[in-house]
């Protein structure tokens, strides 16, 4: 089983929604633990993962309802979360979220970090840029399948639905990301109804990014947060992998856990 550190996130929580109620420094922090990448370039490798709170969408099959839909946290200064990063004999360091780029400090962290020496990745859904040192940005835009209609809404009536949909991609964010970072295109998919869009996306920010995207850097993403779940779509993206071209990307950790926190 993964490890996680003592700290005991659950007294004093708050909510949050987003930007706009942040402590002068720090992050909200709803859990930091050590793990193994389960997704991606970098599956299998050793890693520390910090996951901040607060998100700009809603997706609605979202595996970290508790750091977008409802978010809780514990706030940490930087010296704390270095400390519990250092903890650990890891020499990989994953920010994650919610989406982390929401906030300031997220970059002081990754200085932090890389004055450090560690080797870090930031998962993100490509709606933020951010100068900061980052060696793979792990980009995950979302498609129109993850918006939270009236009819998939996990929480209420569809609230969310026009937010979500009107800010989910950003073409230009997008652009800047690729062409100023090694970067992996993640995307989540279902089923085949999802390819046209990222065959479109891909030709759009593949005319407007100034450094190329192979076909190697677009990994496709089963749609699931439980085993259950991913056993009705993993061979389905599979297939389609092999298809289109593209990389497939398992989801390890929830092979490995099924959706336990901390993992
Ligand atoms: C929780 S998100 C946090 C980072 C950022 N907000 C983002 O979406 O990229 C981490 C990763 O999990 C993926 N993800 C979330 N829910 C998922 C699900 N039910 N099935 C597959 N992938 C999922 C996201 O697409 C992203 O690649
Ligand atoms: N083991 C493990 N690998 C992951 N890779 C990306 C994750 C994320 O939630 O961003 C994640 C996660 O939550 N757990
Ligand atoms: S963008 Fe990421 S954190 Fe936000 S709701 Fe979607 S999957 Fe969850
Ligand atoms: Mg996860």
């Known amino acids: 089983m993964p490890v996680s550190d003592s700290v005991d996130r659950d007294s004093g929580r708050e909510t949050i929604g987003e930007r706009g109620d942040e402590p002068a420094e720090g992050l909200p922090i709803n859990e ?9 370039t970098l599956a299998g490798v050793p890693s520390v993962f910090v996951r901040t709170s ?14 977008s839909w409802e978010p809780t946290h514990a706030w940490q200064s930087l010296e704390e979360i270095l400390a519990e990063i250092e903890a650990y004999d890891a020499d990989h360091v994953v920010l994650t979220g919610g989406e982390p780029l929401l906030h300031d400090d997220s970059v002081a962290l990754l200085e932090a970090l890389a004055d450090r020496g560690y080797h870090t990745t930031v998962e993100t859904n490509g709606t933020i840029y951010r100068d900061a040192p980052i060696d793979l940005a792990s980009i995950s835009p979302k498609l129109a399948s993850s918006t939270p209609t009236p009819e998939r809404d996990p929480q209420g009536e569809g609230e969310w639905e026009e937010r979500h949909e009107a800010d989910r991609i950003d073409l230009d964010v997008l652009a800047r990301l690729v062409a100023d970072y090694d970067c992996q295109l993640k995307f989540v998919v279902t089923d085949a109804d999802d390819m046209p869009e990222i065959l479109e996306l891909l030709a759009d920010l593949r005319a407007t990014a100034e450094s190329p995207i192979r076909d190697d850097d677009v990994l496709l993403m089963p749609e699931g947060a439980t085993r259950e779940r991913l056993a009705e779509t993993r061979s389905r993206v599979a297939d389609l992998a ?22």
Do not use: I
């Not at 930091?32 to 991606?40: A, I, M, N, R």
């Not at 607060?54 to 970290?64: K, T």
């Open 54 to 67: 607060g998100c700009n969408l809603r997706c609605w099959f979202c595996d970290s309802y508790h750091t």
């Open 32 to 40: 930091l633990f050590y793990s193994l990448q389960g997704e991606g």
């Open 242 to 263: 092999m298809e289109y071209g593209f990389r497939y990307t398992p989801r390890l950790h929830v092979d490995l856990w099924n959706d336990a926190p901390e993992t």
